[in-house]
């Protein structure tokens, strides 16, 4: 691409992933391109070096403000605060839908005198996602260097791996979001908070029994808006195929009669050493598993299909 400039003029996605202080001058020079028709942005990458963060911060800018950029998906951890909030100064007012994750800079600081935000809380999300510093990132929602509004949001993916989590910033959303995807499930996902969700997506990280008791013991309200459940099991042990089958077995007869408005079951299996013997006996059970959902929900089974958990 460096040595190809006409070709950033009909890109249509970028993604950069591996992102290091030592590649910022190749980094830099790519930045310089015209992306004119770049639609969906994908960032990935360390910079903690107080000596690069500030440049690096400066050059991912410039990724962010083509104006035809509608998807932006950063996975990159910044020296401080001031050049996180740096990257969003002018960036794309077209974006709507936002996915920031790994984030490691701790509680919000106050504002720093670098950075004079052009347009704070001016663009309007659709879909937000974050990971499991979720009290950090949505606390960034409500301040004065955040460029997006979240009071309408259609779709919200939350990771949360601990005991507390603020609504607080997304109160505006609860009663506008209609997807909702988790990390876990847990008390804090108490399906109350959110009046309209009509699809429900699990990542399924730890198949244990805690999970799965605040799962099902939503209010009969709140199951009865669930139509799509969406899960993705890893493999952790030797024995992955048959783990998975009876847990399977266990599990879809439960969600038939828990959720009586649910129509589709998506199930993402991550294969263990690289070999599709196991899937392929999973594979083999489908018949037995849609007999199990019953003839109302339809039911996916991919292999390692983590961009579908994505969509």
Not at 148 to 164: E, N, P, S, Y
Not at 249 to 259: D, H, K, T, W, Y
Not at 285 to 291: C, I, V
Not at 299 to 304: K, T
Request: aromatic fraction near 10%.
């Amino acid at each position: 691409m460096e040595h190809s400039p006409k070709l950033a003029g009909i890109v249509k996605t970028l993604c950069i992933t591996g992102i290091r202080p030592v590649y910022l001058e190749h980094l830099q020079r790519l930045a310089h391109h015209t992306f004119r028709q770049l639609v969906n942005l994908r960032l990935e990458g360390y910079c903690k070096d107080p000596a690069t963060s500030p440049a690096m911060s400066a050059t991912i800018q410039r990724f962010l403000r083509f104006q035809s950029l509608t998807v932006a998906q950063i996975k990159v951890a910044f020296h401080t605060w001031d050049d996180f909030a740096r990257i969003w100064n002018g960036c794309s007012p077209n974006i709507r839908h936002l996915t920031y994750s790994t984030w490691n800079l701790g509680k919000v600081e106050p504002t720093g005198n670098s950075v004079l935000l052009e347009n704070k809380h001016a663009i309007k999300l659709e879909s937000f996602a974050s990971d499991d510093a979720a009290d950090c990132i949505l606390s960034w929602l409500q301040d004065a260097r955040c460029p997006f509004d979240v009071t309408g949001l259609k779709a919200h993916k939350q990771g949360i791996r601990q005991d507390h989590f603020d609504y607080d910033p997304l109160v505006g959303s609860l009663k506008t979001i209609r997807v909702l995807w988790i990390t876990n499930w847990g008390e804090q996902h108490n399906l109350s908070r959110f009046s309209q969700v009509s699809q429900l997506n699990i990542d399924l990280i730890h198949t244990d029994a805690q999970l799965e008791f605040h799962l099902f013991n939503s209010t009969p309200e709140k199951k009865a808006l669930i139509r799509a459940i969406r899960l993705r099991i890893p493999s952790r042990t030797p024995g992955f195929s048959g783990g998975v089958h009876v847990y399977l077995v266990q599990l879809l007869p439960r969600l038939q009669s828990n959720f009586f408005n649910l129509r589709a079951v998506h199930i993402s299996l991550h294969r263990p050493g690289g070999h599709g013997a196991d899937f392929d006996y999973l594979n083999a059970q489908l018949g037995e598993y849609r007999r199990l959902l019953g003839p109302r929900i339809d039911l996916c089974l991919n292999l390692d299909d983590v961009r579908a958990f994505d969509q």
